[in-house]
């Protein structure tokens, strides 16, 4: 059978994860989603994707934050070993700057580790039909509120003639 590959619908897979890293909405770019700091809307004003996909979801977010911070930490402990091995600075300087740099981090990178894994999660698993309202997130895919679903209306199995 000759079927044809499906097309994806919606933004790109680059524009997604930059308005991710850019604490902005994946589906449609929309921005101020906090309400606080640590505190996002459960789905966007603009395109109505609620942002916690699936129970669980922001398990991935605490991850790569973990992972994130544990990379600057190692980073920051090599360039202090590196500059201070050989002068007279405590040791101990070193590790309380290493702990506050343990303690900072996480917080501060928190909203956009939520927005970013939300990025990466609609990367893998596309938006559904009914998931945003497409008029908002790409007005280019016709049809994808009908009943047919994104893929069916974008890949060509409409019926034809
Ligand atoms: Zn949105």
Known sequence: MNQPKPTRVGPSVPVILV?????RCPACGQGKLFHRWFSIAE???RC???FER????????VGMNTI???GLVLIALIVSLLLFINSDIPQW????????LALTIPPLIDPFT??????????MRPLEATEVDWTVVDPDAVGVNSAAGP????????PGP
């Open 54 to 61: 699936i129970e669980g979801h922001w398990i991935g977010s």
């Open 151 to 158: 893929m069916n209306s974008a890949d060509g199995n409409t």
């Open 43 to 45: 789905q966007c004003p």
């Open 93 to 100: 300087y070193v590790a309380i700057g290493l702990g506050i």
């Open 48 to 50: 109505g994707l609620k």
């Open 114 to 123: 939520r927005t970013f894994w939300t990025a990466i999660d609609i990367a």
């Open 68 to 70: 994130i911070t544990f």
């Open 19 to 23: 308005r991710g890293l850019r604490k």
